[in-house]
Every structure is written in structure tokens, then in C-alpha cells.
């Protein structure tokens, strides 16, 4: 049963730290989404990777935020750095092109 | 004006109700068409797609109108286990798919 794994599933960290979040996209899918997810905001696309290119990374603080895929088996996330208002669940979702399978996400808390 | 928007509900239903969820969304290049089913605490998952003609999954039927941009959801004969919050999506395309995600309505079906 093919799946979007992700870690850590829950993060607690004081400002100022920094956090990298890792996703294993599910093999075969050539599209890679990071979304951040919060009561406010709700589900907000941050970034995503076309055949491990980047294609649109606007929803994300450039100033602290990068996202990278060094290779078609791993994307990262990361964040320096950290503030109390990332807080949230960050989820990573892959798909061949139509409609989205979604990561458990990583729960992040920053003090 | 959000790109998507939806009712943000709640919907209290009795068990055995029919309901349903439109969503609005304001780019006519939008190309594809989802719901998907946020269980709390947990990721989305891709519920169906929405297609030009209307599409049925079981007692889940899906609708677009293009010429009025919007997308509905009609869940019939609702049990307790469709209690959950359901989230509209629009794919565009620009180099790849990006998925734009409205707020989700929240459904709650009570015996």
C-alpha cells in the first residue's frame, strides 16, 4: 500500500532553532507539495517540485523557509530561523498529476 | 476574495439525511476539480474527482458548473462515519498542477 511518509510526526522547539522536516514522496509520482495547515489559515501551499524542479515556491517566507528535493525519494523543508508563528501542521502530498496523496504531516510547535 | 471558498458550516445532519457542500472558486483557467475528506487531526484525503458531466461514487455525487465556477458535493442517506471536514480544490496549471484549497466545511451527522 503505497504511501506519503513523513518525519518527524511532532516537533517542539524553542525560537530561534532550526527545524527540517523530511517527506518520502510515494515512488512513481513526479509532483511534490508542501502545504502548512492552521485554524486561521488553513490549508496554504507553500511549494512544490515538477520532476524534482521547483516550480512555485510563493507561499512560502523566502527569509527563512527553504525546500529542497535532493533526490526523487526525498523532499525537505526546512525552516531558520523558527518562530512561535510557524507553528502548525506541515503536510507533504504527492501525485502523478491529478489529485493529491497526503503525508501524515509533521505536527511543529515552536515556543 | 479567496481563490476558493466554501461554507464553513458547521452542518448539523441527522443520520440517514441528505446533504449538501458548494464551493466557489474564482479562476476560469482552474482546470481540475476535487473534494477531499480531512478526518480531525488527520491528513486530507482525495475523496473524488469532479468532472464536467457529474460523477457518483456510491451515495457521494459530485457537480461543476463552469459557467458559474462553482463545484458541489451532495452526500445521501449520511451515516456517522461521513462526519468529518469535506475541502474543495481547483488544479491550475502552471508548469505543473498547483492545488488551491478552500477552508473546508465541517460536517457532524448525529444518530
Known amino acids: 500500500d503505497a504511501r506519503v511518509t513523513q518525519t518527524p510526526r511532532h516537533k517542539v522547539t524553542e525560537m530561534g532553532q532550526e527545524v527540517t522536516m523530511r517527506c518520502q514522496p510515494i515512488l512513481g509520482h513526479n509532483t511534490v507539495f508542501w502545504y502548512r495547515q492552521t485554524m486561521m489559515q488553513g490549508l496554504e501551499l507553500l511549494a512544490y517540485f515538477r520532476n524534482r524542479a521547483p516550480l512555485d515556491d510563493s507561499g512560502m517566507p523566502k527569509d527563512r523557509f527553504s525546500a529542497e528535493m535532493p533526490d526523487a525519494t526525498l523532499a525537505t523543508l526546512k525552516i531558520q530561523p523558527s518562530e512561535p508563528r510557524d507553528s502548525a501542521v506541515y503536510f507533504c502530498?504527492?501525485?502523478?498529476?491529478?489529485?493529491?496523496?497526503f503525508g501524515p504531516g509533521t505536527r511543529l510547535t515552536v515556543l | 476574495r479567496k481563490e476558493v471558498e466554501q461554507d464553513p458550516g458547521p452542518f448539523n445532519v441527522p443520520e440517514g439525511a441528505t446533504v449538501a457542500f458548494n464551493c466557489t472558486y474564482s479562476n476560469s483557467a482552474s482546470q481540475s476539480f476535487f473534494w477531499y475528506r480531512q478526518d480531525c487531526r488527520k491528513e486530507p484525503k482525495l475523496l473524488m474527482s469532479?468532472?464536467?458531466s457529474g460523477n457518483e461514487d456510491g451515495r457521494f455525487t459530485a457537480q461543476l458548473n463552469r459557467a458559474s465556477q462553482y463545484i458541489s458535493l451532495l452526500i445521501r442517506d449520511s451515516k456517522l462515519s461521513d462526519s468529518a471536514t469535506y475541502l474543495c480544490?481547483?488544479?491550475?496549471?502552471?508548469?505543473?498542477?498547483?492545488?488551491?484549497f478552500g477552508a473546508g466545511t465541517r460536517l457532524f451527522v448525529k444518530a
Open positions: 502530498a504527492s501525485g502523478p498529476g491529478r489529485g493529491e496523496f
Open positions: 480544490a481547483v488544479n491550475l496549471y502552471t508548469g505543473g498542477f498547483k492545488t488551491i
Open positions: 469532479v468532472y464536467s
